[in-house]
């Protein structure tokens, strides 16, 4: 692979060339400007879309363009289409940049004149080498011949593969030669020898099976096959006279798909085992697709564990370094606001890494004595902004000696996101109103807010992603909320009363601690 964008500056093959970026996703954009600067292109220039794009063309003359597919305004492949059209830019190497590997869509864009296609995710070594090869061996036409060519083999390389079981020749012949111009045939006389075929590796996409022969018959062949993990997918169509029906019942009881009837008629053989297969070939790709869910899944939290991994090892530097940072008074403000957003950064990452592992159903810290008061005044105090911001008081009437049975970062996350919530539906200058209880062998927390849940989530008010009114929302709160709750035994509800107000209410169990004024038998 060309290792090209590791050169110096002063080496670089690309010293004299200008490059233009066009993406509408600014994070994408600063990844290729800074890939094209490692690799020593003297100049840089940026664009949204295919509009701005032109735009940025017909000021300024360019060696390569690498553009995203997927745009607002202009697309990737109209931008294509329109620089194809001018006599200076008809030749300059363009890469397409995007998520869509379907091949109609690389010959539509080979036909239209691009040089080098770039799938996402990819890597500065991957950038840097489709770049080497746009410049030194761009696309040629004849390449869409070739891709066809590829595509033709490929589905003859995935000829389906119909074993047929008579201990007739003339009926193996006749099926044989009805079926085989459009599928692999094999044929077998036994279903001795049909159990060692469908053994093998290459085993066989569907079995055409006689039902009457002798040693072993149809039904005993079914049988085994359905019994071994190995075979019992492979479908199975009996081939049977009129007089078999109920040899023909038991076989679709055993887990055979489908009958044929003899004499056979060649167009319902056809189309019986076309039907079939085309549902082997469905079963398949859906097998495929769960499969690279699954993997997509699992590159997802490989790369999420990752990124929160190396980002505590900054903001941890962070943390320990702003205190031990000497500077004018003048700057304390502004250092205590970058400690602040670190600690929140931090916060989050914590916070996701809860909830992921909550969601996996792994977090299994041991429960603890947890004292309502001190947890409910430190998330407090942590809104004190916000609240402050829309008038609102924060009453707390929570006994000290309520204690009950939970963890205390799983508690923090709880209540900062019960309690965050309750400001933001609160009206203006009013108040949130904390309370605790105990009844029987529960403590029981409420939050109560003037504000109202709109009726038409009041039903999902803790599923994933359910919000309603908020720009910034991301309708997490509740359903985070719900996975602490549970991960430590206890309950959460909703009561909403129109024109009164809402309150959320957690109920855990009381840990060892004896009753106070507050407690009372509900």
């Given at each position: 692979?060309y290792?090209?964008?590791?050169l110096?500056?002063?080496?670089s093959?690309?010293?004299?060339?200008s490059?233009?970026?066009?993406d509408?996703?600014?994070?994408?954009?600063r990844?290729?400007?800074?890939?094209?600067?490692?690799?020593?292109?003297?100049?840089?220039?940026k664009a949204?879309?295919?509009k701005?794009?032109?735009i940025?063309?017909?000021?300024q003359?360019?060696?390569?363009?690498?553009?995203?597919?997927?745009?607002?305004?202009?697309?990737g492949?109209?931008?294509l289409?329109?620089?194809?059209?001018?006599?200076y830019y008809?030749?300059i190497?363009?890469?397409?940049?995007?998520?869509?590997?379907?091949?109609?869509?690389?010959?539509?864009?080979?036909?239209?004149?691009?040089?080098?296609?770039?799938?996402?995710?990819?890597?500065?070594?991957?950038?840097?080498?489709?770049v080497?090869?746009?410049?030194?061996?761009?696309?040629?036409?004849?390449a869409?011949?070739r891709?066809?060519?590829?595509?033709?083999?490929?589905?003859?390389?995935e000829e389906?593969?119909?074993?047929?079981?008579?201990?007739?020749?003339?009926?193996?012949q006749?099926l044989?030669e009805?079926?085989k111009?459009?599928?692999?045939?094999?044929?077998?006389r036994?279903?001795a020898?049909?159990?060692e075929?469908?053994?093998q590796?290459d085993?066989?996409?569907?079995?055409?099976?006689d039902?009457?022969?002798?040693?072993?018959?149809g039904?005993?062949?079914?049988?085994?096959l359905?019994?071994?993990?190995?075979t019992?997918?492979?479908?199975?169509?009996?081939?049977s006279?009129?007089?078999?029906?109920?040899?023909?019942?038991?076989?679709?009881e055993?887990?055979?798909?489908?009958y044929i009837?003899?004499p056979?008629i060649?167009?319902?053989v056809?189309?019986?085992?076309?039907t079939h297969i085309r549902?082997?070939?469905?079963r398949?790709?859906?097998?495929?697709?769960?499969?690279a869910?699954?993997?997509?899944?699992?590159?997802h939290e490989?790369?999420?564990?990752?990124?929160?991994h190396d980002?505590r090892?900054?903001?941890t530097?962070?943390?320990?370094?702003?205190p031990?940072?000497?500077?004018?008074?003048?700057?304390?403000?502004?250092?205590?606001?970058?400690?602040?957003?670190?600690e929140?950064?931090?916060n989050?990452?914590?916070n996701h890494?809860?909830?992921a592992?909550?969601?996996?159903?792994?977090?299994n810290?041991?429960?603890?004595?947890?004292?309502?008061?001190?947890i409910l005044?430190?998330?407090?105090?942590?809104?004190k902004?916000l609240?402050?911001k829309k008038n609102?008081?924060?009453?707390?009437?929570?006994d000290?000696?309520?204690i009950?049975m939970?963890d205390?970062?799983?508690?923090f996350?709880?209540y900062?996101?019960?309690?965050?919530?309750?400001?933001?539906?609160?009206?203006m200058?009013s108040r949130?109103?904390?309370?605790?209880?105990?009844?029987?062998?529960?403590?029981v927390i409420?939050?109560?807010?003037f504000?109202?849940?709109?009726?038409n989530?009041?039903?999902?008010?803790?599923d994933?992603?359910?919000?309603?009114?908020?720009?910034d929302?991301?309708?997490?709160?509740?359903?985070?909320?719900k996975?602490c709750?549970?991960?430590?035994?206890g309950?959460?509800?909703?009561?909403?009363?129109?024109?009164?107000?809402?309150?959320?209410t957690v109920?855990?169990?009381a840990g060892?601690?004896?009753?106070?004024?507050h407690?009372?038998?509900?």
């Open positions: 692979m290792q090209g964008y590791r110096a500056k002063a080496d093959p690309y010293k004299d060339l490059v233009l970026i066009v509408d996703f600014e994070a994408v954009t990844i290729l400007y800074n890939a094209f600067e490692e690799m020593g292109f003297k100049t840089i220039h949204k879309d295919g701005e794009a032109i940025r063309l017909e000021n003359l360019v060696d390569i363009i690498v553009s995203d597919w997927k745009m607002p305004k202009m697309d492949m109209q931008l289409k329109y620089t194809r059209r001018d006599d008809k030749s190497p363009f890469i397409m940049l995007t998520g869509n590997i379907h091949q109609g869509d690389v010959i539509e864009a080979i036909e239209a004149g691009v040089s080098e296609y770039l799938i996402k995710p990819f890597s500065k070594a991957d950038l840097a080498d489709r080497h090869k746009a410049f030194v061996s761009p696309i040629p036409k004849s869409i011949s891709l066809r060519h590829e595509r033709a083999e490929k589905q003859k390389s389906r593969t119909i074993l047929i079981v008579d201990d007739e020749p003339n009926n193996l006749v044989g009805l079926l111009d459009r599928y692999k045939v094999k044929v077998c036994s279903g020898k049909a159990l075929i469908c053994a590796i085993q066989p996409d569907l079995i055409l099976l039902i009457m022969m002798p040693e072993m018959d039904l005993e062949v079914c049988r085994a359905k019994a071994d993990p190995d019992e997918f492979i479908p199975i169509i009996f081939v006279a009129l007089s078999e029906t109920k040899d023909v019942v038991k076989g679709l055993l887990g055979a798909q489908d009837s003899k056979i060649p167009e319902i056809n189309a019986r085992v076309d549902a082997v070939i469905q398949e790709k859906m097998n495929q697709q769960m499969d869910l699954v993997n997509a899944a699992r590159v490989d790369v999420a564990t990752t990124f929160h980002l090892n900054p903001l530097a962070m943390l320990s370094t702003i031990l940072i000497q500077l004018d008074e003048q700057y304390n403000e502004e250092l205590d606001i970058v400690h602040e957003l670190s929140i950064m931090m989050m990452i914590k890494d809860i909830m592992s909550l969601e996996r159903g792994d977090y810290e041991e429960l603890k004595e947890v004292t309502s008061n001190d005044a430190k998330v407090a105090a942590s809104f902004a609240s402050q609102i008081n924060i009453e707390m009437d929570v000290p000696s309520h009950y939970g205390e970062m799983l508690s996350t709880m900062s996101n019960l309690i965050k919530n309750a400001i933001e539906a609160s009206p200058d949130v109103l904390v309370k605790s209880a105990r009844i029987e062998n529960e403590i409420s939050i109560f807010n504000g109202e849940v709109p009726i989530i009041r039903g999902q008010f803790f994933k992603f359910v919000t309603n009114g908020k720009l929302g991301m309708g997490i709160g509740a359903y985070s909320a996975l709750t549970e991960a430590q035994g309950k959460i509800k909703l009561n909403n009363k129109d024109g009164v107000g809402t309150t959320l109920r855990f169990m060892e601690q004896m009753p106070s004024e407690d009372f038998k509900g």
